[in-house]
């Protein structure tokens, strides 16, 4: 290599072939649709301990990024016969704002709504999901877990998760049950612009029907 080809080089990753790093897996449109919570319950349910049940239910339930979920701390979370609160959630992606509050809807007989609120009740730990030694797995009381490995216990659920698709998931709850909208759901996640939740809660033909109370659309008439 000569020296201009050496100068050229300056500043460029040189990656090799074998380590070329995989692209950042995003919430293609046709994933971001609520499954339902009959396959929520079946992905909680082969969950293989409770450290990933904990992780599912807190990124689900309160709509958080993986760095804002692991910041969340037992005390934020309340709850009545209503709905489930996160208070003072940190919102670590927008320059007007620092802090939301999450609400979800709370059905006393939904039996993942229930072990969630179970496990926050007697979480010893100041943070809702804490980190692990490495060598004796033991609990560590004041530190919180970190993104790597939040990532890594979610797709050893399921090879099809992933932790943004949770978020999607929630999002897409809202509006499939509750029929939230663009302007809806820009207020629930503190989105500054509408182009986020416009992804999410694409207008779906169910979803005008239901509003504009139609049972059930008309058969499309023939051509001549």
């Not at 396959?39 to 709509?63: D, E, M, W």
């Not at 039996?111 to 010893?124: N, Q």
């Not at 990532?151 to 978020?167: A, G, Q």
């Not at 759901?185 to 989105?191: N, S």
Request: with cysteine.
């Amino acid at each position: 290599m000569d020296l201009e080809e050496s100068r050229g080089n300056v500043g460029r990753r040189i990656t090799h072939p074998r380590h070329t790093p995989r692209p950042k897996r995003k919430v293609e449109s046709n994933e971001n649709r609520f499954p339902g919570w009959t396959r929520l319950g079946y992905l909680y349910n082969k969950c293989p301990s409770p450290v990933h049940q904990n992780i599912l239910a807190t990124l689900f339930l309160s709509g958080a990024r993986v760095s804002e979920a692991i910041l969340i701390k037992p005390e934020q979370v309340a709850w009545n016969d209503e709905a489930i609160y996160f208070y003072d959630l940190a919102v670590l992606k927008s320059r007007r704002t620092n802090t939301r509050i999450s609400m979800i809807p709370r059905d006393p007989a939904n039996p993942f709504i229930v072990s969630f609120i179970s496990y926050v009740e007697s979480c010893p730990t100041e943070y809702l999901l804490p980190a692990h030694a490495k060598l004796s797995g033991e609990v560590i009381q004041d530190k919180h877990t970190t993104r790597q490995t939040v990532y890594r216990k979610v797709r050893e659920i399921d090879d099809s998760l992933f932790p943004h698709l949770l978020r999607g998931w929630c999002a897409g709850m809202l509006v499939e049950e509750y029929d939230l909208d663009v302007f809806d759901l820009q207020a629930w996640f503190k989105w500054v612009s509408t182009s986020s939740p416009s992804f999410y809660a694409r207008t779906r033909e169910e979803g005008l029907r239901k509003k504009l109370r139609i049972s059930k659309a008309p058969k499309r008439r023939l051509t001549q």
